[in-house]
């Protein structure tokens, strides 16, 4: 659960720089809003992809492991685990946020049935205009384009996605993008409709900033944004070939996916009773590590001497420094085997420890070696 809440929050963060970096000053609001929501969803959908190393055929070896945890007496502290507060900390931040989503819920209700003077907003299908506003046509259909598209179910969708990560500062600027792409969309389709650009410039510039609730589709949100609306309503779409920036999404999209496996093969979490372990990492992961044994099954003249006599399998302990020690042979044919097989196991790199709840532990492996047995 860790590995995968962490790998979902790195995710996020690096879908947003693409945004921001790529697509962020491009007219093409709709495929904006598209890739905002896209790259949020695939952040947390990525790291549940189930990930199973799939070896080579051609390779001599048989690799099975089987983790145990040894804890390490001296590593053991008492109490509360720093990982217990970290989680403790979170879940009061998820009801501090989700409880001022709701009473930001109950206010917008209060607004809408209650509505004040110089008010422009809309909330999913409900709207709420001060009559007396001036460019009332304007500003009824800017909040109309926000209705039928559905602008409000984005912002819920944000917010709900805050209250989740509400550490990660990412998730923050997704929902201030999100707003702006939305007005950038109302903005371009009310200017059309009205054939007049400019006029509705000096409208947005001439409006004085609405007393709206916030989780809405406000006409004018605050003048910051100001400079932002006008910008891109002075703007026409570029060439089809910025189009092709977009289509940057599916690389981006594999290197995440590829990021998401390596960090879970790398770093992956396993639960035992309320407590969490991250697995040791030899250098290069689960893929180095075989690589390792490969080359150094080829290598062996003895391995190559008994290729025929079968597989042996050897147990060894990841202590809380990342030294192999403790190699022990459970099942072998011969002595020769045996002993070739402890050899190469003890000569292996120094890994990366393991960690059971934030502590360095001892983590046990069982590694079966030999040549496979080819049917002619």
Known sequence: MTTYFITANLLLIAGYGFYKGFLANEVYFTLNRISLILLAVLSFCIPAIPISPQFSSDIPLDLVIRTETIPNISNQIRGMQFSDWLWRIYFLGVLLKFSGLI???YAIRNRIKRPTSNAAFSFFKYKVIDPKAGNYEVINYHEDV???QWHSLDILFFEVLAVVVWFNPAVYLYQMSIKRVHEFLA???TATHFGDRHQYALILLGRATPDAPGMTNQFLADRHMLKWRISMLSRHACSRARLLKYVLLIPLLF?????????????KAITVGESTIISPVFPGGLEGFQSYLFEAVLESEIFKAHHD???????FIVDSEGKVVEAKVKE?????LSREAVRIISNSPKWSPGYQNSQPVRVGYEIKLGYERRVN
């Open 103 to 105: 009473l930001r819920l």
């Open 146 to 148: 926000h209705i039928k």
């Open 187 to 189: 903005d371009q389709l």
């Open 255 to 267: 290197c995440l996916s590829s990021f998401s496996g390596f960090y879970k093969s790398a770093a």
């Open 309 to 315: 006599k079968g597989k042996v399998l050897v147990h």
């Open 332 to 336: 072998s044919p011969n002595t020769n």
